[in-house]
């Protein structure tokens, strides 16, 4: 066989499959919520939302209140925990612990779930004004046992919501955009 | 631009009509290279290392190394933690701002503010719109405080002879030094700055009670003595003056630069007066001053003039103003006193104007002595006040502040081995005295020495006991005068193991540890106080909720006390304006308080050291200015350093060649040349041991001499950097102008654009800064900086042109290099311009349009090409050559606003009107269903503005503010002809000259 033609028959179709298993890997590696869903790290103590929000139906806004008054929602001091536990299964040791910590002044270090790089500057308000439910963004919050993540805090999840909002708002809203600009969030 | 000879005096006809730079006026090659590059040669420079001293080709290796280690270990890294509060003040919600009002001392002066507090940490400082005299506005000093709170180099807690100690045994040890001293009969002397608060007065009045020997000292080595001698003359007591220069048709200013930042009060009423659409008639200022001052700069009429003259200048005034005005002398002057006829100096129209128009504005006018100025202008001052009438000042009694005769008896007891216990709180007497051997040698005659203060300082070394002291955002105090209290309470808790000085000095007046008359601590000192004073007997409010309320506000109004009548002594009065000090010898020499570092205490803030001297432009030191006409002649250059001399000491100093100084007058400021702090450490030199012996006039000396040494340094200053290419670029009209058709000439017709027009659905942004009201006091800068997390780079990175101040203000002078008849200081920043030049060459789209007409920046996309500071005609982009920012911990990374990011190295940067400002302004009316109100937002630097010359809201609103101001016939565009369209107008600078009198000087 001509060198050439090995090089036609062996090294052309070898290129190829590297390039496309560069581009595949890439991609895969690479697409947006690749690590983002499901990350849920154990939390320091067995905190559940589907008790909480779900069967109890506890308002997110309760313990989440900077949600409507300033850019992050937060998470509740153990004083607002402590609102219910002074009284409420106070046998169980998770609640034993935490009746603890707050007596004791300490605080309790959750794991994060949902983070934002620096640069961007979200604000819970307006999204909250508009009537976005929380569960556009941080997933069926009252269903996890175990807070799980649902889905990146991607640009391109935002802009895909901020480019067409129906879906997220509630009927009969009159919004039918939202900020695009850089500004908006950078800053 | 330093190695180039001086222009030789002004030969060509054609020269520009404004110009920043002696080399800008003549065009030297140098400087038309200038205009044409974006950044200074130097901030290209490659010769720097990279910070890491890794290899581009290294570095491009690792990258790669650690993406296939990221690759491999990213799913479900660690996110960090998230720590609620245990238990949440209910006044605190994360991530919304809280603003405490409190007061700020700074010497004999008191600035009311707010204080934004986030998380409960300081992060920013404007003035309390609550107090009637500031309405919101605070001097550029006040502003920087927040990076002083977050020093470094503070004192974390108490030391006994080099070793930590805890604060029992430190107060311990304090009182063991003290009882030491009353039991061998010797003083306890307490050395301290002014003591304003009656709180603070009560308590040591308490210790003079209990401590036989104790002797407090008030001492303020950068607040002028000639003033006080000179008043004491005048008043037979030291007295304040306090000018109310909204009253003022006419202001003559002997040498006071009353529009230094300083006083925001005096700011605001000045440039208040000067708005051409203002009821009253504008007002005037005459200067007649030795050294250029920023106050000097913004003056209708300027006359250099020799400051040991200017005490015979105003009695000559006053001579004029009798016999020609009919104004009637004071009681006890005679006619005969008074010199004759006008001072050589001046031009016959600038004498007969300036008469003319204070006989014509009698008591609308005010004469105001600079405190530097020897006691005999000052006492020739106040005889010409009195014979005008002047209601536009305030003259009130002071308390008596330490003087030369009073430090010097001190030093002598000490000397004596007649003090047995010295506390030294919040003063530096081994730097500011200017003389450390002498103190060295007195301290160690006293047997026991205690320092009580926030950084280790030239005196914390000479002392055995060193007590942390809280700075006064950790703390509480009140203060008079009685009309008006205001309160200083704490912002945040004490940062480090420290105490308050009172709370020190309080510990005392319990001998056993126990006292149970005194109260636990200074707080409760202070609210007993106002239980017992200020709660007004009988009222249905309790005091809990009044006291509660007076802090709130950070003011409480009482009973005005009209101002006892001050009656002159005309005699003594114009006896010591005849006792001016002999001229003579090469050269005066004025020696001020440094606009930015004061006597040395803000030596230490980097904010303060890289703002730019008003005047000079310089940062990072302290030139000595000298007139243009005498460098020629000593053949000296900016930058030459020059030994100085004044009655046998000597200093090597850098000169700087100041346009509009008077012949034969140099001027240095203080506060420099410091030996400690890891910032202030040999920045500058030490004018201190230059002050004269004399009480008459120590910051004035004659006699000095000054030879070139031959030798050179680079100054980092700013004056020539970014310099905009074109003309028209500052606009300056008079008041007859203006009313006469008042129409600018320049008009340019705008180049045909090929981008289409912007939209602007909502809102469009804009700005209008009038020039006229812009005193250049550098508050906006500082504003500017606190609120947008501006970095500081030192001044080997300023020298090359790489400072971040996204907004600087350009200082042009108008005309004459050796008497500039004018100067327009003008506020640059980003314009935010519709075409922007710097959107179209951005290869990332890292700048680029917002729909309500910002220029905006996403950080995150910048790779840092420089294009756009390429094609940025206004020169108002930065770029983060360095890595300026990384290695800022604890505890300075807690003055960063976390509402604006923190920019690493490679990224361009500029001026965002505050764009978080903007968001949150707009949220908010979101929240509550509004549309935003006019004024409703407001960027930083207009906030900081005491002269209220920016002005920021929606152009969209025809009905707005900015609108209306931004279609006066005073505005203009910066480089209109570009077709950039800018979103800021600027509104010409006006002048109001004296009718016949010859313009400016």
Redesign the interface.
């Known amino acids: 066989m001509h060198p050439f033609d090995r090089a036609i028959r062996l090294v052309l179709p070898m290129g190829a499959v590297a390039v496309m298993a560069t581009v595949l890997s890439v991609g895969w590696?690479t697409q947006p919520d690749r690590?983002a869903r499901g990350?849920a790290?154990e939390q320091p103590l067995p905190f559940s939302h589907q008790l909480h929000a779900g069967t109890l139906r506890i308002q997110c806004l309760y313990c989440h209140s900077?949600a409507?008054?300033?850019?992050?929602a937060?998470?509740?001091?153990?004083?607002t925990c402590m609102d219910c536990h002074k009284v409420t299964k106070t046998d169980r040791p998770a609640i034993q612990q935490l009746t603890r910590?707050?007596n004791e002044?300490?605080?309790?270090?959750?794991?994060?779930?949902?983070?934002l790089?620096?640069?961007v500057?979200f604000?819970h308000?307006?999204h909250v004004?508009a009537g976005v439910a929380c569960q556009t963004c941080h997933g069926e919050v009252q269903t996890m046992q175990v807070l799980t993540r649902e889905m990146g805090m991607r640009m391109a999840n935002c802009l895909a919501c901020h480019r067409d909002p129906h879906q997220a708002l509630p009927k009969g809203s009159k919004i039918t955009k939202a900020a695009e600009?850089?500004?908006?969030c950078?800053? | 631009m330093a190695e180039h000879p001086i222009p030789s005096p002004d030969t060509q006809e054609d020269l520009p009509r404004f110009w920043r730079t002696l080399e800008e006026r003549h065009e030297t090659p140098e400087a038309r290279r200038l205009a044409e590059d974006e950044f200074l040669p130097a901030a290209l420079d490659p010769a720097d290392p990279p910070p890491s001293g890794i290899s581009r080709r290294n570095f491009l290796g690792l990258v790669g190394a650690a993406t296939a280690v990221a690759a491999s270990t990213a799913c479900d890294r660690p996110q960090g933690k998230v720590v609620p509060y245990t238990r949440r003040p209910s006044e605190i919600i994360p991530g919304v701002a809280n603003h405490y009002a409190s007061t700020f001392q700074e010497g004999t002066r008191l600035y009311p503010v707010l204080v934004k507090t986030r998380e409960g940490r300081p992060i920013h400082i404007t003035g309390n719109d609550e107090h009637p005299g500031v309405r919101g506005k605070t001097s550029p000093r006040a502003l920087a405080e927040i990076i002083r709170l977050y020093d470094p180099d503070r004192l974390k807690a108490p030391q006994a002879d080099g070793k930590a100690v805890d604060w029992s045994g430190a107060q311990r040890r304090l009182m063991e030094g003290v009882q030491a001293a009353v039991k061998a009969g010797q003083q306890t002397l307490l050395l301290s700055g002014a003591v304003l608060s009656p709180t603070a007065k009560n308590l040591l009045a308490d210790l003079k009670k209990a401590l036989p020997g104790f002797l407090p000292i008030a001492w303020e080595p950068a607040e002028s003595e000639s003033a006080r001698e000179g008043g004491m003359a005048a008043y037979g007591t030291q007295v304040s003056i306090r000018p109310l220069l909204d009253k003022a048709r006419v202001i003559l200013s002997l040498g006071a630069d009353f529009l230094q930042g300083a006083d925001p009060e005096a700011i605001r009423a000045f440039a208040g007066r000067r708005k051409p659409e203002g009821q009253a008639p504008p007002n005037r200022l005459w200067v007649l001053e030795g050294p250029m001052t920023l106050t000097g700069s913004n003056a209708d009429h300027r006359c250099p003039v020799k400051p040991s003259r200017l005490g015979a200048i105003a009695l000559g005034l006053a001579r004029e103003l009798v016999v020609r005005k009919g104004l009637a002398l004071p009681a006890g002057v005679s006619i005969a006193d008074l010199p004759e006829g006008r001072p050589a100096e001046i031009p016959a129209p600038t004498w007969e104007g300036l008469l003319a128009d204070l006989a014509s504005a009698k008591k609308e006018a005010l004469v105001l002595c600079g405190p530097e100025m020897p006691a005999a202008s000052h006492a020739a001052v106040h005889l010409l006040n009195a014979m005008l009438g002047s209601e536009a000042l305030e003259i009130r009694r002071q308390d008596p502040l330490a003087g030369r005769k009073e430090i010097r008896a001190a030093l002598e007891a000490m000397k004596a081995g007649r003090v047995g216990a010295l506390i030294l709180w919040g003063v530096n007497p081994a730097y500011a005295l200017g003389d450390r051997d002498a103190w060295s040698a007195a301290a160690a005659k006293v047997p026991f020495r205690a320092w009580i203060g926030q950084i280790p300082d030239e005196s914390a070394a000479t002392c055995q006991l060193l007590l942390p002291e809280n700075h006064w955002l950790e703390s509480w105090n009140d203060f008079g005068p009685e009309e008006l209290s205001t309160l200083q309470q704490p912002a945040v808790a004490p940062l480090y193991d420290t105490r308050q000085g009172e709370d020190i000095l309080l510990g005392l007046l319990r001998p056993g540890g126990g006292g149970d008359t005194v109260p636990a601590d200074y707080h409760q000192l202070v609210r007993d106080r106002w239980r017992r004073e200020c709660h007004p007997a009988g009222s249905p409010v309790p005091f809990d909720r009044f006291f509660e309320a007076a802090l709130h506000d950070g003011v409480l109004r009482g009973k005005a006390s009209p101002a006892a009548a001050m009656p002159l002594l005309g005699s003594a009065a114009v006896q010591a304006a005849k006792g001016a000090p002999a001229g003579g010898g090469d050269f005066e020499l004025v020696l001020a308080p440094g606009c930015h570092v004061h006597d040395g205490r803000y030596a230490n803030s980097g904010w303060l050291q890289e703002c730019p001297d008003p005047v000079t432009k310089t940062t990072w030191g302290n030139p000595l200015s000298l007139a243009v006409s005498d460098a020629r002649r000593l053949g000296l250059k900016d930058g030459d350093v020059a030994t100085l001399s004044v009655a046998g000491r000597s200093l090597r100093v850098p000169v700087v060649l100041q346009p509009g100084q008077a012949s034969g007058v140099l001027s240095l400021a203080l506060g420099y040349g410091r030996e400690t702090g890891s910032t202030a450490r040999g920045v500058g030199v030490n004018a201190f041991p230059l002050l004269g012996p004399d009480a008459a006039s120590p910051n004035l000396r004659t006699g000095a001499k000054l030879e070139s040494t031959g030798k050179h340094v680079e100054l980092a200053r700013t004056q020539a950097h970014f310099r905009l290419d074109g003309r028209d670029i500052v606009r300056s009209q008079t008041f007859a102008d203006l009313a006469h058709g008042g129409e600018h000439k320049g008009h340019h017709v705008e180049l045909h654009t090929l981008y289409p027009d912007q939209e602007f659905p909502d809102h469009k942004w804009g700005m209008v800064i009038d020039l006229n009201a812009c005193v250049g006091c550098s508050g906006c800068v500082l504003a500017c900086q606190s609120e947008n997390n501006i970095p500081v780079v030192g001044p080997e990175q300023v020298a090359k042109g790489r400072e971040m101040h996204w907004i600087r203000i350009d200082r042009y002078y108008e005309g004459d290099e050796e008497n500039p008849s004018g100067t327009v200081h003008q506020p640059m920043l980003c314009q935010h311009c519709d075409h922007a030049p710097c959107e179209n060459v951005c290869p990332v789209n890292a700048t680029n349009h917002s729909p309500d007409g910002l220029n905006q920046m996403a950080y995150n996309r910048c790779v840092g090409t420089r294009y756009c500071a390429n094609n940025c005609p206004y020169k108002v982009r930065r770029f983060n050559f360095l890595e300026y920012t990384a290695d800022k911990t604890e505890p300075e990374s807690l003055a960063y606003n976390p509402e604006v990011t923190v920019r690493p190295r490679g990224v361009m940067e500029k001026c965002t009107f505050c764009v978080q400002r903007i968001q949150d302004g707009k949220v908010r009316a979101k929240g509550e269903d509004r549309p935003l109100r006019d004024g409703e937002i407001v960027p930083a630097c207009a906030a900081g503005c005491p002269a209220e010359a920016i002005v920021f809201g929606d152009l969209k609103d025809p009905k707005s503010r900015v609108s209306r101001l931004a279609a006066d016939r005073r505005g203009y565009k910066v480089l209109e002809e570009l077709g950039a369209r800018p979103a800021i107008t600027y509104l010409a600078d006006l002048r109001n000259p004296a009718q016949g009198g010859h313009h400016a000087g």
Do not use: I
């Not at chain 1, 409507?68 to 992050?72: A, D, M, V």
């Not at chain 1, 002044?105 to 983070?115: C, F, S, Y």
């Not at chain 1, 600009?181 to 908006?184: M, Q, S, V």
């Open positions: 590696f690590f990350y790290p900077g409507e008054r300033s850019r992050h937060g998470v509740p001091s153990t004083t910590l707050h002044g300490k605080p309790l270090a959750w794991n994060r779930v949902h983070t790089p620096d640069h500057f604000d308000r307006p004004k600009h850089c500004a908006a950078h800053r």
